[in-house]
């Protein structure tokens, strides 16, 4: 299950009445629940863990981002309004910071969203899943049948629906995401198709 690393901002925000907030965000995979910085000049810096086992950094790094980010603070009094930003990365240095308007009342972690047959409903910027997806989507034993993992369509719906659509279309690159919404082959995929035929 995915948890929540802290995440300050130096950075200048819009509302000056923010800039001491802690903030909390899930876009980073949070398993070991990390603390991050993002500077004055708009660099990201990953902390060092204090814990010191496992893979860990032993010293402070900058962390490098492309793409967008939500950091969210919810510990507000219930008669306010969690206080949630997005910001937007490129090469490295942040490119703009915008306020998220929420509705009252609006939680920290999207309450789990599902089509009217069950099936999980992939967003922007992805969700947290609950152990009953993670059961229902994920096979048990992973192996290939003719080339096939039994039941990947659930198992594609899973990663979409937890990594969110913008963090895929960065992993695979804005051409290819775009060739395949459009419904396009790839020039390397039509020439292996070709040598096939």
Known sequence: MTGFDQIVC???LLDSRDQDREFVTRDFGGWGLHRYVI???GRLIRHAQVRGHG????????WPVD????M???DVPPTETPVEYAVRFAGGRVEWIRRVRMEGGGAAVPALRAS???SLIPER???PA???EFRSAVPEKLELVDGHIPGEQKLVMFLLTTMGLARVAALVGRERWLAAVEGKASSRGKSAHRKEV
Do not use: C, F, Q
Request: glycine share 14%; aromatic share 4%; net charge negative.
């Open 10 to 12: 130096e950075y200048p």
């Open 39 to 41: 500077t004055r000049n």
């Open 55 to 62: 893979l860990e950094p032993v010293k402070d790094v900058e």
């Open 67 to 70: 793409g967008e980010i939500r």
């Open 72 to 74: 969210l603070d919810d």
């Open 116 to 118: 009217a047959g069950g």
């Open 125 to 127: 910027m992805g969700r």
């Open 130 to 132: 609950s152990p009953e």
